[in-house]
């Protein structure tokens, strides 16, 4: 015989959330998410917000995703249960004088009309609610019919999951569903069946960076990140110990950092979804609104991955001081190319790279491209752009990117699947889509690694986690 599973009563309900507000103002969310801003802003370019579109950020914490998207010209609007957070948000969108709502709010029942939305997001924030089904239904009640819901949700098999699993290994559960099924395709699906007309899942990567060892980083997340400061505060001092042992050895197996800092990468399911109501005689790619027609599926992940390699290049390249900016590399022979002038050699190459990539594509070969010609190029662009200033490189780099992903979106898979001899590898037939991920996609993941080997990790945060 088998026992039904019991729904839990709303005394209960209450009871949980309560415990789960206590937990999430604990902490500094504030301190603790801005080293998670450089891929909220990636995951912000990403979902295609148009300039005007009004957005709600659902568990939006100190704010970090509506104020990147008031910055980015949105109607922003943020949501929280913590209310001290919210707080902090409001402080640094009137710093920067900007227009940004923060209301205290429950993702299970938004204080929002019907359809006020033009975008609703979650960075993993609303994952966490302990009622998945109405946060799902909610964020799709407040959503306009067209428009989008994005979500990014750690998934179970992840970093963040299996840290989270090391920490349930201490920690008795609370009796709500397991956050990280919100990182699984199949329960997303399911949980946005009504009233969605597509859903789209990819799984991408987060990249956890710090400027100090992992240990630090796990004191870190101790002192500032309400979930990890509740869980050492419950337990006894050889516990704590125990768990903070087990948290180390974790983030340092996955550390892949050259310096003295820290740097993981955290999978998560990005999600999204599509608002309306889908008729089923109508072939879906039509009844999504749009402007445009649909990428084709490869390209238009080949295109992210471009243009997230150039967002981290020029994140990182963007905080560089002057001294830093004219630092040379060294390469054979002795020192070579400043930074800034391998910054601008990354953004230059983008149109050369694509225009080998359509070559392939039209099923011809490339010949007269070897390593020498290369290092010809490297060398007199070096000579030409030696003085090169950082505004004109991001620049550069920005323009060049954009132009070459959208080129890129424009492959189908047929060109991207056609193959056709390629100097640069010894006359080998290649694919087109091998020559874009071996070149344009990997050139600023390339020097990114080169530059942070040789400068460490750059920038600054707002406080220091060590006290």
């Known amino acids: 015989m088998t026992t039904a599973a019991v729904s839990p009563t709303i005394n209960e309900v209450d009871a949980l959330k309560a415990r789960l507000k206590t937990t999430w103002m604990s902490g500094d969310y ?3 998410s801005r080293y998670l801003e450089p891929d909220a802003f990636i995951f912000f370019r990403r979902i295609g917000v148009e300039h005007g579109q009004r957005l709600l950020d659902v568990a ?3 704010g970090q995703l509506a104020l990147i998207a008031a910055r980015a010209g949105a109607q922003a609007t943020g949501c929280d249960i ?14 920067e004088h900007l227009t940004v709502t923060f209301d205290e709010g429950d993702a299970e029942a938004l204080p929002y009309g019907d359809a006020e939305f033009d975008v609703v997001t979650s960075l993993v924030g609303a994952m966490f609610a302990p009622r998945p089904n109405r946060v799902a239904a909610e964020m799709i009640r407040v959503c306009k019919p067209g428009g989008k ?8 098999q992840g970093f963040v999951g299996q840290m ?3 920490i349930a290994k201490f920690i008795a559960p609370n009796g709500m569903p397991s956050p990280l099924q919100w990182g699984d395709e199949a329960h997303v699906r399911d949980r946005f069946r009504p ?12 990249q956890l960076e710090y ?4 240990e630090v980083v796990v004191d870190f997340f101790r002192e500032h990140y309400g979930p990890m400061t509740r869980a050492f505060a419950s337990l006894s001092a050889d516990a704590q110990d125990q768990l903070k042992q087990e948290l180390v050895a974790l983030w340092s197996n996955h550390n892949r950092s050259e310096g003295r800092g820290t740097l993981v990468d955290a999978e998560y399911l990005e999600v999204i979804a599509f608002r309306g109501d889908r008729d089923p005689n109508v072939p879906l790619i039509h009844s999504i609104p749009q402007k445009d027609v649909l990428p084709n599926r490869r390209a238009q992940l080949l295109a992210d991955r471009l243009e997230e390699g150039a967002t981290r290049l020029a994140d990182f390249a963007r905080q560089l001081t002057d001294e830093q900016w004219n630092t040379r590399l060294p390469e054979r022979g002795g020192p070579g190319r400043t930074v800034g002038v391998v910054v601008h050699h990354v953004a230059s190459m983008y149109p050369i790279e694509v225009d080998v990539a359509r070559t392939i594509a039209a099923g011809n070969a ?7 010609v290369v290092d010809h190029i490297n060398t007199h662009h070096a000579a030409e752009h030696a003085t090169v200033t950082k505004a004109e490189a991001l620049d550069l780099l920005q323009k060049n990117s954009a132009e070459a992903a959208a080129a890129i979106r424009g492959f189908t898979d047929a060109e991207l699947d056609r193959a056709a001899p390629f100097s640069l590898v010894q006359g080998a037939p290649v694919t087109a889509q091998f020559v874009l991920e071996d070149h344009a996609v990997r050139h600023s993941w390339h020097h990114l690694s080169r530059l942070r080997k040789l400068l460490g990790h750059v920038g600054g945060h707002p406080v220091s986690p060590i006290r």
Request: with cysteine; hydrophobic share 45%; glycine share 4%.
């Open 366 to 372: 490339v010949t007269k491209v070897t390593w020498d």
């Open 82 to 95: 913590a209310t001290n957070w919210l707080e902090r948000a409001r402080e640094r969108a009137s710093k």
């Open 164 to 166: 989270f699993k090391i």
């Open 195 to 206: 009233g969605i007309l597509d859903v789209r899942c990819t799984h991408r990567f987060y």
């Open 60 to 62: 939006c914490g100190a």
């Open 149 to 156: 819901i994005a979500m990014a949700n750690w998934t179970a």
């Open 211 to 214: 400027p100090f060892p992992p």
């Open 30 to 32: 504030d301190i603790f």
